[in-house]
């Protein structure tokens, strides 16, 4: 099972990577959002599943740890917030340049070449 979840991560993070390699604004954002959900369920499978625990000290029983679902949870809501403002960054971004290059440039346009009005 450990190796299923360790390979799933994996693959969210090799698509979230080449999302962010991409010269569009769009899938940019996309992996940023795929990277942070990778990032959340590394985080909620590092704290394990404890069954028949209770989620408060009472004795000595096995007790689950509430850490890891409170920092998921944390991350889930800074993590939506900073997606919309990315958004609006890429949507103003977009309104100046009249491009959604993330370098600012027309497809085919050379590194040097000064943008066709």
């Known amino acids: 099972m450990e190796l299923l979840v360790a390979s799933g991560i994996g693959w969210v993070v090799a698509c979230g990577i080449y999302l962010l390699l991409r010269g569009r604004t769009f899938p940019v954002v996309l992996g940023l959002t795929l990277l942070g959900y990778a ?4 985080i909620f499978a590092m704290g394990r599943l404890w069954s028949n625990a209770a989620p408060i000290v ?12 409170a920092l998921v949870l944390t991350a889930i809501v800074i993590g939506f917030a900073t997606t919309g403002f990315v958004i609006e960054l890429a949507l103003r971004s977009r309104h100046e340049s009249g491009t959604d290059q993330v370098d600012g440039r027309l497809e085919g346009q050379a590194q040097g070449q000064e943008p066709r009005p």
């Open 58 to 69: 009472a004795g000595t029983t096995a007790v689950a740890d509430p850490l890891p679902q």
């Open 39 to 42: 990032v959340n369920v590394f």
